[in-house]
Every structure is written in C-alpha cells, then in structure tokens.
C-alpha cells in the first residue's frame, strides 16, 4: 500500500475517532458534587436521591450523598469533610438558622458554590449566604394544606371556633416544622381558631411516632384537626387513627410528602390531604444548578412544588410514578 495513502487513512481514523469520542463527551464530565443532608434512609430521601443520580447521569458527572439522620452533629462535620475535599460544589440541607452560617461562608471563600435544597434559612440570603435554594415554600405549603382542611371542617359543620389542632413534627423546634406551623396559624387566624398544640413525635422511627400520635390522641378526645408536619408523622396519621379506635373522617388529618402510609391513608380516607413537595426536582435541580453555576455562571431559583395531593386522580399518578422513586 502507498505510504502517503496509508498515512491518510492513519490519520482519517483517527480524526474519526476524535470526532466520535467528542460526541460521546458529556458537558459535566469531570465535575463532582456532594449533598451533605439531614435526611436518613426512607422514601423521601430515596426520591431525592434518585433525582441527584438522574441528573449525574445525564451530565456526566459524581455525585456523593450524605444522609445524617437528624443528627445535627454528624451533618456538621461531614459539611466540614466536604469542604475539605473541594468538590465543584456542594448541595446542602440548611436545617438551622445559625449553624450553618460560618461553614457556607468558608465554603464560599474556598471557591465552592453551596446552594441550599428542601429546606432554608428563614430568612432566605438575608440569614446565610448560599447562592440560592431549591425547594418549596415552607410557610406557604403549610398555610395552603391548613386552609384545604380548614374548609373540610367548615363542611362537615365543624365549630371552627371550639376546634383543636395537633401538630405533630418528628423533632421539636426543627426548622421544617417551625416554618410550616407558621403558616398552620395563619390559617389558623383566618378560621377563628385558637386551640393548638405541637405534638414531640420522637424522632425518626416510624414505630415511636406512631405510639406517641395514638396515645396523644387518645389522651386529647377534643382533637377536631391532627398535621403532620414532616414526611413521617404524615405517613404514620392513617394508623395513629386506626391505633387509636378512631373511623375515617373522624378526625381531619394531613400532612406533607407522599410516602406510601401517606398514600394509603389518602386512598381509605383517613388523610384528607398532603403537600407534595416534588422531591425529586429538588435533587435533580441541586445537581443541574451546580452545574450551570460551575460551567457558566448562572443561578436559578428552583421552587419546587407546595402542592395538594387531595384528589383520586392525584394520587394515581403518585402511585404509579412512586415505583420509580420519582414521586
């Protein structure tokens, strides 16, 4: 074969072959993120995590999860060994309004963008300097799942007036739920109602959450209105008031997230509605937001979601994307 034409085809191929590995590229190759959350190993951080994965997919890139288990200590030094490894980015759960503060800022000061995903300082860029944040409106999603229950009670002719509510959050004084009660006694205001409690439901073990709604609902008979106001005690409401000899309807129930005890109190009419906060987006958008940042500068605000699952329909379309650890 002619030399001059071997060396053609030589370099043809591999003109080729550059072209096809260019293709093949993905725009996030090389890039590495890592999500330092207060989450633990239960449906909703399995969605979440799904959107994070789909995301690196799709990019290219790696993604590291941290699920601490509400416990503040362990997040705040694996936000620390974050920092230390300088990832292009980290997607942080801001569950406190002042611990968080110093290590974004250190973070920033490293040059390694920090966004806050499904919960926030109250007081948005104003209390911590991440770049922006991606999830629901907490007050607001907590305002619109009271009025939705509010008016169940105005039909069954309830005297808003004499009514009581129990608020159930898995730790007391945790951000999610203190936000989310603020907008639970907005409602409240507009309804004329007075009486309220927060119910300590123990933490994050399903069995314990669930015995500390039974025995306060059966110590509190004067109980017209009970929210979970985080993604366990909802999913634990149906069999509270199951526990507690109590028939659908009987008392007015909801909560926030769609797990499957959520789902299943929706469908027997136990839970007359919850908040879904569209999770997945919330990892999803944690990943691409980094993204964009790290590749061009850009910085979006992502809201997520805030909205009632109270309806046949809505909960079918749960049911049947929930398998895929998407809703």
């Given at each position: 074969?002619?030399?001059?034409?071997?060396?053609?085809?030589?370099?043809?191929?591999?003109?080729?072959?550059?072209?096809?590995?260019?293709?093949?590229?993905?725009?996030?190759?090389?890039?590495?993120?890592?999500?330092?959350?207060?989450?633990?190993?239960?449906?909703?951080?399995?969605?979440?995590?799904?959107?994070?994965?789909?995301?690196?997919?799709?990019?290219?890139?790696?993604?590291?999860?941290?699920?601490?288990?509400?416990?503040?200590?362990?997040?705040?030094?694996?936000?620390?060994?974050?920092?230390?490894?300088?990832?292009?980015?980290?997607?942080?759960?801001?569950?406190?309004?002042?611990?968080?503060?110093?290590?974004?800022?250190?973070?920033?000061?490293?040059?390694?963008?920090?966004?806050?995903?499904?919960?926030?300082d109250t007081e948005g860029a104003r209390g911590n300097k991440r770049l922006t944040y991606i999830g629901?409106?907490?007050?607001?999603?907590?305002?619109?799942?009271?009025?939705?229950?509010?008016q169940e009670g105005e039909k069954q002719e309830i005297d808003l007036s004499q009514a009581h509510v129990?608020?159930?959050?898995?730790?007391?004084?945790?951000?999610?739920?203190?936000?989310?009660?603020?907008?639970?006694?907005?409602?409240?205001?507009?309804?004329?109602?007075?009486?309220?409690?927060?119910?300590?439901?123990?933490?994050?073990?399903?069995?314990?959450?669930?015995?500390?709604?039974?025995?306060?609902?059966?110590?509190?008979?004067?109980?017209?209105?009970?929210?979970?106001?985080?993604?366990?005690?909802?999913?634990?409401?149906?069999?509270?008031?199951?526990?507690?000899?109590?028939?659908?309807?009987?008392?007015?129930a909801g909560g926030f997230d769609t797990t499957p005890g959520t789902i299943n109190g929706l469908r027997?009419?136990?839970?007359?509605?919850?908040?879904?906060?569209?999770?997945?987006?919330?990892?999803?958008?944690?990943?691409?937001?980094?993204?964009?940042?790290?590749?061009?500068?850009?910085?979006?605000?992502?809201?997520?979601?805030?909205?009632?699952?109270?309806?046949?329909?809505?909960?079918?379309?749960?049911?049947?994307?929930?398998?895929?650890?998407?809703?």
């Amino acid at each position: 074969m002619n030399t001059k034409y071997l060396a053609v085809l030589v370099l043809v191929f591999l003109l080729v072959g550059t072209i096809l590995a260019s293709a093949q590229e993905k725009p996030g190759e090389g890039m590495y993120f890592r999500f330092v959350t207060h989450g633990g190993d239960d449906p909703f951080w399995a969605v979440v995590q799904q959107g994070a994965y789909d995301a690196a997919s799709l990019l290219g890139c790696k993604v590291d999860f941290d699920l601490c288990g509400g416990d503040m200590s362990l997040q705040l030094k694996r936000m620390e060994e974050a920092i230390a490894m300088k990832p292009d980015g980290i997607a942080l759960v801001i569950n406190d309004d002042l611990a968080w503060d110093k290590l974004v800022e250190e973070a920033l000061a490293k040059d390694i963008p920090v966004v806050a995903i499904d919960n926030d300082d109250t007081e948005g860029a104003r209390g911590n300097k991440r770049l922006t944040y991606i999830g629901q409106d907490e007050k607001k999603a907590g305002y619109d799942l009271a009025v939705r229950l509010f008016q169940e009670g105005e039909k069954q002719e309830i005297d808003l007036s004499q009514a009581h509510v129990a608020m159930s959050v898995e730790v007391p004084g945790a951000m999610y739920g203190a936000v989310r009660a603020e907008g639970v006694l907005e409602a409240m205001e507009e309804f004329g109602i007075t009486s309220y409690e927060i119910i300590d439901a123990g933490g994050l073990e399903m069995t314990v959450v669930e015995n500390r709604q039974i025995s306060y609902l059966l110590s509190h008979p004067e109980t017209k209105f009970l929210i979970g106001l985080g993604g366990i005690t909802t999913d634990r409401l149906a069999d509270s008031l199951k526990g507690a000899g109590l028939p659908p309807g009987e008392i007015i129930a909801g909560g926030f997230d769609t797990t499957p005890g959520t789902i299943n109190g929706l469908r027997e009419g136990y839970i007359i509605a919850t908040i879904d906060s569209q999770q997945y987006l919330a990892g999803f958008h944690g990943v691409l937001t980094l993204f964009h940042y790290k590749k061009y500068g850009l910085l979006p605000t992502v809201l997520t979601g805030g909205f009632l699952i109270d309806s046949p329909e809505k909960i079918k379309q749960i049911e049947e994307l929930s398998p895929l650890h998407i809703r």
